[in-house]
Nanobody, 118 residues
Framework: QVQLVESGGGLVQAGGSLRLSCAAS????????MGWYRQAPGKQRELVAD???????NYANAVKGRFTISRDNAKNTLILQMNSLKPEDTAVYYC????????????WGQGTQVTVSS
């Protein structure tokens, strides 16, 4: 059983910072491509950033230079540090894990709300 539990969302003013955490249970974390996605009202879910098990990172253009994704394989934890937040960053943020072992398995957390006021 794999569980992803996000925390750290909230309300912040534009220009502020938030730190999201995702705690992963189960044995998949070390081999998973881990990522953060977000979904704003009326919009499709989109990739924010992801990180390989070796630490390689990928960011959406909209967050480059402002957000930093990291992972602690010893603690099965994924982090998203968000700085210089903008109102357009307002969304529900989801933790995601992809494991490709013969078949591709995809897991999602329940989401955490991030609201940035102007």
């Amino acid at each position: 059983q794999v569980q992803l539990v996000e925390s750290g969302g909230g309300l912040v003013q534009a220009g502020g910072s938030l730190r999201l955490s995702c705690a992963a249970s189960g044995s998949i974390f070390r081999n998973a491509l881990m990522g953060w996605y977000r979904q704003a009202p009326g919009k499709q879910r989109e990739l924010v950033a992801d990180i390989t098990n070796g630490g390689g990172t990928n960011y959406a253009n909209a967050v480059k230079g402002r957000f930093t994704i990291s992972r602690d394989n010893a603690k099965n934890t994924l982090i998203l540090q968000m700085n210089s937040l903008k109102p357009e960053d307002t969304a529900v943020y989801y933790c995601n894990a992809k494991v490709d072992a013969n078949t591709l398995s995809i897991y999602w957390g329940q989401g955490t709300q991030v609201t940035v006021s102007s």
